[in-house]
């Protein structure tokens, strides 16, 4: 089955082919969500697309956003022995239970 074309009214040498919108597609357009209550201001944008309730939840978890560092109440903190003096102190500045001769006598 050939499309039947007809004569472009503003060209007389081409055809119309693909100008005009296809049938059986209607309702497939996307659903405008923003609007102006003012028109040309930027400032005035409505949203029109309604947002899920916010719940006791969703509030309670916002109100932990504004103290810093929420995250770390709220974990647990690992319970490690404090560090022995050994770990703290670097191994080349240690001195040693007994010290050798020229440790000892280095400032004759």
């Known amino acids: ?27 497939n357009e ?29 509030r309670e978890l916002a109100g932990l956003l504004k103290t ?5 109440m709220y974990s647990e903190q690992p319970e490690e022995p404090p560090p022995a003096e050994e770990e703290m102190v670097p191994r080349n500045m240690r001195h040693p239970r007994e010290a050798p001769a020229w440790l000892k006598h280095d400032k004759q």
């Open 1 to 27: 089955m050939a499309m039947s074309m007809a004569k472009s009214t503003s060209l007389p040498g081409l055809w119309k082919m693909g100008t005009e919108k296809p049938r059986g597609l209607t309702g």
């Open 68 to 72: 810093a560092g929420w995250r770390m």
């Open 30 to 58: 996307k659903k405008v969500t923003l609007a102006f209550k003012v028109g040309g201001d930027l400032g005035s944008a409505v949203d029109r697309k309604k947002g899920p309730a916010s719940t006791k939840e969703h």
